[in-house]
């Protein structure tokens, strides 16, 4: 069982930078491909994720050039850069761990990929 706490969201101004964090609890955080997914209306939507070996990252089209997501396994943290932030990026941020291990390569991108899930934090961004 992993659980997975956000924290970092906050209220910005456009063009401004927030960082997210996202804790999780268990031993095998290491062998986890991790991702970003954020929660503006009723469906949630893949922003960033990293493969479980770390060498791999994808972006939504929405945030390439001004977000950026970390890992660190000795920390059991997994980090969410945000720069240049706009309007429309307001939402609930949430964190997810999936414990699929076909590829150290993979990063999943579907909310049925993943099998846990933080509360999520609120992100938003005045004009």
């Known amino acids: 069982q992993v659980q997975l706490i956000e924290s970092g969201g906050g209220l910005v101004q456009a063009g401004g930078s927030l960082r997210l964090s996202c804790v999780a609890s268990?031993?095998?955080?290491?062998?986890?491909?991790l991702a970003w997914f954020r929660h503006p209306g009723k469906e949630r939507e893949f922003v960033a994720g990293m493969s479980w070996s770390g060498t791999n990252t994808h972006f939504a089209d929405s945030v390439k050039g001004r977000f950026t997501v970390s890992r660190d396994d000795g920390k059991n943290t997994v980090t969410l850069q945000m720069n240049n932030l706009k309007p429309e990026d307001t939402a609930v941020y949430h964190c997810?761990?999936?414990?699929?291990?076909?590829?150290?390569?993979?990063?999943?991108?579907?909310?049925?990929?993943?099998?846990?899930w933080g509360q999520g934090t609120q992100v938003t961004v005045s004009s």
């Open positions: 268990g031993r095998t955080f290491s062998t986890y491909a």
């Open positions: 997810a761990a999936s414990s699929r291990s076909s590829s150290p390569f993979t990063v999943y991108t579907r909310v049925q990929e993943y099998d846990y």
